[in-house]
């Protein structure tokens, strides 16, 4: 395993959280009543933040996730609030630190898990289950996490990760609480931003705790979330640049009716900073694209039969692919049986960095073994559904275990894969997984998937390696989504071309607040 580079904010699992944490008590005498108590008192303090006035109820379990919610109970009360503790285990079953802060507990005795226990709360702090969980939750747990999520409460809040979130991987089995906020102490961890625990976290607070510096492990995660750093290395163009050191970039794809998917990867690309763009595409249609524009990028026309792409024509993209550092394979490509073959061929063949998107992904629907050959960068950027038939998985199984499957056919490809959605997750044959924070609805519109294929194949023709290209391409990707909302003055009038239209802003404003 590779360490993680300085753009990505480690996320460590649950196992390492548990090592950092034996760490600070046993090696660096950090007791872990103080540990408890000052989590406590940042997740109180959250609650008063969003919530000032009314009722609170805290569900505990028996762990040290229901220790701190117990801290939170007492501190406010402390603070004149109307707190109910609600225990959905025995107090006697309470052991360590979090039975000290049941007995240190003012006020009313918690009471049990029972129908209507909370519903007249303001706000609802979930402290049932920690980032040890695992599995699916039963019993009186699941109960409680049930009741939660409908007692209709205007906040829940979490504390570390909401219960039947596997803080790990993001993975939910059969149910998990719906966090307003989730208060999580000294680093977020995986579930937090993966879906679909992302899903369950609402806001996430990341708040120290107290663990020393220099815990063990955390710098050896092999998961992380991408910050704007990741755009310092992109390179800039000097006094002596020249298009083709820009970086030269093949578009190949297009079919009759598809032809706006290569044109939009194109002109991504060339937005994205290449110096020099040709759309290979099928003969027949090679004058719509021509004719449409951009009119800076170059039309190569290829044998095609009656608009699908035919293997007749790799010894032309072949050659061209001699004098150019990235190829984008798929865009608006079709599913033909000539086009199928075709893309096979030039997949196995082209010497040159290689993003894969769209039907070229189709092509290789269980096939992913295929690619493992290549000697140049292989990036594959797959939605779910595409992933699926990649793995021969349904698409919902892809979506229920996220981390898992892009995993798997990063190792089968021996590639670089680009798992998208508001999660997007890239990860490399190693098992490094660099994590996208999101956050840009205005990207849930057609062709945007093509301007990510250009992106991406632009900062690999600029000489970026693969695992970083596609990490850059995303955030950069991400961060044009929200700019293009910001000129349209709505997500939803976001369209593709608008998103292309934003890529030089966002790339200059690197590592600005605004992205």
């Excluded at 008590?25 to 009314?54: C, N, T």
């Excluded at 003969?283 to 449409?292: D, K, P, R, T, V």
């Excluded at 096939?367 to 290549?374: H, K, P």
């Amino acid at each position: 395993m590779e360490y993680l580079p300085d753009w990505l904010a480690p996320l460590p699992d649950a196992e390492t959280m548990r090592a950092v944490d034996r760490w600070a008590i046993e090696e660096r005498g950090v007791a872990g009543l103080d540990l408890m108590e000052r989590a406590g008192a940042s997740v109180a303090r959250a609650v008063e933040r969003v919530a000032p006035d009314g009722p609170v109820a805290v569900v505990c379990g028996k762990g040290n996730n229901g220790g701190d919610g117990l801290v939170v109970a007492r501190l406010l009360r402390d603070a004149g609030r109307e707190v109910t503790v609600v225990c959905v285990e025995p107090p006697e079953e309470f052991s360590g630190d979090a039975s000290v802060n049941l007995a240190r507990l003012p006020g009313d005795e918690p009471v049990r898990m029972a129908v209507g226990a909370f519903t007249h709360a303001t706000v609802v702090v979930d402290a049932l289950l920690g980032t040890g969980f695992r599995g699916r939750p039963n019993g009186v747990v699941a109960e409680a996490i049930d009741a939660i999520n409908a007692v209709g409460a205007p906040v829940v809040v979490s504390v570390d990760v909401p219960s039947g979130v596997d803080a790990s991987t993001g993975v939910v089995s059969a149910r998990a609480v719906r966090a307003a906020i989730t208060v999580t102490f000294q680093v977020a961890k995986p579930g937090l931003w993966i879906r679909p625990g992302k899903a369950h976290a609402g806001d996430v607070e990341v708040v120290d705790i107290g663990i020393p510096r220099g815990a063990p492990g955390l710098t050896a995660a092999a998961i992380g979330l991408i910050g704007p750093y990741v755009l310092d290395g992109l390179p800039c163009r000097g006094a002596t640049s020249t298009k083709f050191s820009s970086g030269h970039v093949l578009v190949v794809g297009g079919s009759r009716g598809l032809m706006g998917a290569p044109r939009m990867a194109a002109q991504a690309s060339m937005r994205a900073g290449a110096g020099y763009v040709t759309a290979c595409v099928p003969a027949s249609l090679q004058e719509i694209l021509a004719s449409g524009g951009p009119p800076e990028v170059m039309t190569r026309a290829l044998p095609d039969d009656d608009g699908d792409l035919q293997v007749d024509g790799l010894a032309s993209v072949l050659e061209a692919g001699e004098r150019s550092g990235a190829l984008a394979l798929g865009p608006g490509l079709g599913r033909g049986d000539g086009a199928v073959a075709f893309a096979r061929a030039l997949a196995r063949e082209t010497k040159v960095a290689l993003v894969l998107d769209a039907d070229g992904l189709n092509a290789h629907a269980g096939r992913l073994g295929d690619l493992m050959d290549r000697e140049a960068p292989t990036v594959l950027t797959p939605h779910a559904g595409e992933l699926g038939r990649l793995l021969e998985l349904d698409s919902d199984e892809i979506e229920r275990e996220r981390l898992r499957h892009v995993r798997a056919a990063a190792e089968q490809a021996r590639a670089v894969v680009v798992l998208k959605g508001d999660d997007t997750l890239i990860a490399d044959p190693s098992g490094r997984v660099a994590v996208s924070p999101g956050g840009s609805p205005g990207l849930a519109t057609a062709g945007t998937g093509d301007v990510l294929t250009g992106v991406i194949a632009a900062l690999l023709a600029q000489g970026l390696d693969a695992f970083t290209a596609a990490a850059a391409g995303v955030w950069l990707h991400a961060a044009a989504g929200r700019e293009a909302a910001r000129r349209q003055g709505a997500a939803e009038g976001v369209i593709a071309s608008d998103v292309i239209a934003a890529l030089p802003a966002v790339r200059h404003a690197e590592g600005t607040d605004e992205q």
